[in-house]
T-cell receptor, first 113, second 114 residues
Framework: ETGVTQTPRHLVMGMTNKKSLKCEQH?????MYWYKQSAKKPLELMFV???????ENNSVPSRFSPECPNSSHLFLHLHTLQPEDSALYLC????????????FGSGTQLSVL | GNSVTQMEGPVTLSEEAFLTINCTYT??????LFWYVQYPGEGLQLLLK?????DKGSNKGFEATYRKETTSFHLEKGSVQVSDSAVYFC?????????????FGKGTKLSVKP
């Protein structure tokens, strides 16, 4: 148990659906991250929030929309996804953006049909 | 830009065998280097780190030495256990702006048989 909780654990959605992934941490961290984990690819950093402001957006398609309402919660809103977006989406947090130790959640396994 | 290359898996070993997972990196300056581990059904956890050349990180019987001359950070363990079965990720962190974010490799899956 790392202290970072992601829901749901599994999600199956059609290409026309809209869904949201949720991440929650009560570790007192002020930086939060979304990573995409696909088979046989490096972990891809998608978004970084520091003190609730987005500080990094690594050329992620607009069909992925992050939201950080406070330092404990992070969302990833999904709409009109493609089958190639199927992957494990991992949330992580750290004390500050430059901190080297990230605490990861267990991820949401997303399947887009 | 910065990048990490690790050996392709999966790696299958018998219990008590010696483990090496190779990792090399490309980066400007002097990055910090890390190994993270992902046990089945869980998120990644920091296993060990080294922040400068010739540093050795160690934890839970695992070791890795920061070799600047070969730009490598190979993970080793003298005697693996079934409980070490997991996916291992090599990572680096540069300095300044987006270089300060962690860059991960593809991961190497290790399976240890009894």
């Amino acid at each position: 148990e790392t202290g970072v909780t992601q829901t749901p654990r599994h999600l199956v959605m059609g290409m026309t659906n809209k869904k949201s992934l949720k991440c929650e941490q009560h570790l007192g961290h002020n930086a939060m991250y979304w990573y995409k984990q696909s088979a046989k690819k490096p972990l891809e950093l998608m978004f970084v929030y520091s003190l609730e402001e987005r500080v990094e957006n690594n050329s992620v398609p607009s069909r992925f929309s992050p939201e950080c309402p406070n330092s404990s919660h992070l969302f990833l809103h999904l709409h009109t996804l493609q089958p190639e977006d199927s992957a494990l989406y991992l949330c992580a947090s750290s004390y500050r953006q430059t901190n080297e130790k990230l605490f990861f959640g267990s991820g949401t396994q997303l399947s887009v049909l | 830009g910065n990048s990490v290359t690790q050996m392709e898996g999966p790696v299958t070993l018998s219990e008590e065998a010696f483990l090496t997972i190779n990792c090399t990196y490309t980066a400007t300056g002097y990055p910090s280097l890390f190994w993270y581990v992902q046990y089945p059904g869980e998120g990644l956890q920091l296993l060990l780190k080294a922040t400068k050349a010739d540093d050795k990180g160690s934890n839970k019987g695992f070791e890795a030495t920061y070799r600047k001359e070969t730009t490598s950070f190979h993970l080793e363990k003298g005697s693996v256990q079934v409980s070490d079965s997991a996916v291992y990720f090599c990572a680096l962190r540069g300095y300044g702006g987006s270089q300060g974010n962690l860059i991960f490799g593809k991961g190497t899956k290790l399976s240890v048989k009894p």
